[in-house]
Nanobody, 124 residues
């Protein structure tokens, strides 16, 4: 399984970005998908997750109310719209997948597959 993130870039505080993660493989529908981020000098942290069926989502408190997730199983893609960006949102954002109908989780060890990451920089 290969995951590739897209949509990162430089944005001013208060702006918005849409990140996407596209997965290879025919079993995408069985994947729970998570987004994590890592800022310079900090540990990787959970951002959001969506269940393999797409009915359930979970968001970190730091992004709740500013982020919405969606998935398109036909296109093997999950999207992540982030609004009202803040400088503290600056980080490399990673998409991760847990296969075989695993429950989504905030724990990164649950996710077997990871994308290379995409940089998001928010200027003040």
């Amino acid at each position: 399984v290969r995951l590739v993130e897209s949509g990162g870039g430089l944005v001013q505080a208060g702006g918005a970005l849409r990140l996407a993660c596209k997965a290879s493989g025919s079993t995408f529908i069985s994947f729970a998908l998570g987004w994590f981020r890592q800022a310079p000098g900090k540990e990787r942290e959970f951002v959001a997750a969506i269940s393999w069926g797409g009915q359930n989502t979970d968001y970190a408190d730091s992004v709740k109310g500013r982020l919405t997730r969606s998935r398109d199983n036909a296109e093997n893609t999950v999207g992540h719209q982030k609004n009202r960006l803040k400088p503290e949102d600056t980080a490399v954002y990673y998409c991760a997948a847990a296969p075989d109908y695993t429950d989504y989780s905030r724990r990164d060890v649950v996710y077997m597959y990871w994308g290379p990451g995409t940089q998001v920089t928010v200027s003040s």
